[in-house]
């Protein structure tokens, strides 16, 4: 297998909603045989408590282009990947591969993904030895749900998930299967109709084999001008990031040493 890097680095970067200095590279690596992965690693300047993969929703393109060092994606995570190294946490934020370029998103579950999950997981382990966790919002959590159980993962967080509707949802995964702590995080006035607020209440319950699992709720926030089911919105967490975030990751640090 031909295998081949590219690597973009910015010394410091400052991100949305984040008022201190962290380390971000842009990268693109094989994962398959000729197939790659582009992403983007947020490293914490100072202690790494934690390392996550970040997983985009709708149908995984968030447009990481490593020459640039852009990426063309306003999701929740996307947006907030520089809040979770603010406060501690190694962030791998990927897009699709170069052979789902035109998106994954009913198609999540598939073997070669999980591989290139896998491989992207063993680049976080060069990097720190602290626990992986895997974080999705909206459909990124249905990815999660496919994968976490087959996976050398210390956690997973759930957020905006989606729940319902005419397409996968994250009961196609394998949600009775994840034994690690897992958290399930959404807004009360999401609006998006195939994530609605009470959908926690069945996660929690479809989560049965977690050895510890909880729900949080938050409000406020803004309304914002994107669609019920965009970013730009309750479903996004819009206005609320670094409270969401912040104690996204204190229930992270106490749940897996």
């Not at 579950?109 to 030895?129: C, P, V």
């Not at 967080?157 to 319902?164: E, G, Q, R, S």
């Not at 730009?232 to 990031?241: A, D, K, Q, R």
Request: charged share 20%; glycine share 8%.
């Amino acid at each position: 297998m031909k295998l081949w890097s590219c690597t973009v680095t910015s010394i410091f970067a400052i991100l949305a909603n984040c008022s201190v200095a962290i380390s971000e590279e842009f990268k693109t690596i094989n994962t398959r045989e000729d197939v790659t992965i582009s992403f983007i690693e947020n490293t914490p300047v100072t202690e790494i408590k934690a390392a996550a993969m970040l997983f985009a929703g709708g149908d995984g393109i968030i447009d990481v282009d490593v020459k640039n060092k852009t990426v063309g994606s306003s999701n929740f995570l996307v947006r907030s990947r520089g809040l979770f190294a603010k406060f501690g946490v190694l962030t791998i934020t990927p897009d699709v591969p170069s052979d789902m370029d035109g998106g994954i998103k009913n198609d999540r579950g598939n073997s070669d993904y999980r591989a290139d999950i896998n491989f992207l997981i063993k680049e976080i382990q060069k990097a720190t030895d602290k626990p992986i966790w895997l974080i999705g919002t909206s459909r990124g959590s249905i990815t999660v749900s496919y994968h976490a159980a087959a996976l050398n993962v210390q956690g997973i967080v759930l957020t905006a998930t989606v729940t319902t509707g005419n397409h996968d949802t994250v009961f196609g995964g394998d949600l009775e299967g994840i034994k690690v702590p897992a958290l399930v995080v959404h807004h009360e006035n999401d609006q998006c109709w195939v994530s609605p607020a009470h959908g926690t209440k069945e996660i929690i319950q479809a989560l049965s084999s977690a050895p510890k699992k909880q729900t949080l709720i938050f409000q406020k926030g803004k309304a914002g001008d994107s669609e019920d089911c965009g970013p730009i919105s309750p479903h996004g967490f819009l206005g609320i990031e670094n409270q969401v975030v912040s104690e996204i990751t204190n229930w992270m640090f106490k749940s897996v040493k």
